[in-house]
Structure formats: C-alpha cells, structure tokens
Nanobody
Framework: QVQLVESGGGLVRAGDSLRLSCAASGRVSDFYALAWFRQPPGKERTYVATITWSGGSTTYTPSVEGRFTISRDVARKTIGLQMNSLRPEDTAVYYC??????????????????WGQGTQVTVSS
C-alpha cells in the first residue's frame, strides 16, 4: 500500500508562486498515475493535474493550464506541483492521490485509491 504525504502549502499573495510536494512510500510502481486535486472552502474536491508514473504524461484542468506544472521524481518517489501566477480562487486544500493500474477517467476522484492528508494553500488578493 502506498502512503502519500503532502508538503509546501502556505499563505501567499496573488501573483506569487508556490511549490507543493508529495512524498510516496511503498510500491509506487504499482500505480498508473498520480494527481493533484483541490478542495476550496465549502466546495467539492476537484481535479487539478495528473502525471503517469512510468511515462510522465501530464494533463491539467483548463483553469491551471499554463500556470501550474506537475512533475515527478521516480528515484525519490515524489511528485511536485509548481504553481505560478497564483490567484485568490486557487485557495484550497490540495491533495495528492494515486490511481492503480487499469484506472481510467483520471479527472474523476473515484479513479484514485490512495490519498494524502492535504496541504492548505491560501492566496490573498
């Protein structure tokens, strides 16, 4: 079983940058993809970005395309989320998640079986 631990959240101003990290323990190679989701206060959890573990293919939700970059370090078993040009609407708890081999519809939270505890990102205007 894989355990995921996020770090790097904080309070920043609009236009600033922030980098989140997710450290994975266990057999990460058993998983097909890892992703970032976020949950703004009082709202549902939504998809941010995905990266496949073996090939490194990436996808993004349109609202972060061009501003956020998801990456992976296979040797260190970590994924990152570089967030640039942050906006107040990016304020949320950000979660790291892992989807098993065979998963599809990776923009849906139900495709993911392992989740981290989340890290808070707050962007002030």
């Amino acid at each position: 079983q894989v355990q995921l631990v996020e770090s790097g959240g904080g309070l920043v101003r609009a236009g600033d940058s922030l980098r989140l990290s997710c450290a994975a323990s266990g057999r990460v190679s058993d998983f097909y993809a890892l992703a970032w989701f976020r949950q703004p206060p009082g709202k549902e959890r939504t998809y941010v970005a995905t990266i496949t573990w073996s090939g490194g293919s990436t996808t993004y939700t349109p609202s972060v395309e061009g501003r956020f970059t998801i990456s992976r370090d296979v040797a260190r078993k970590t994924i990152g989320l570089q967030m640039n040009s942050l906006r107040p609407e990016d304020t949320a708890v950000y979660y790291c998640a892992a989807a098993p081999t065979g998963a599809h519809m990776l923009h849906n939270s139900w495709a993911y079986t392992q989740w981290g505890q989340g890290t808070q990102v707050t962007v002030s205007s």
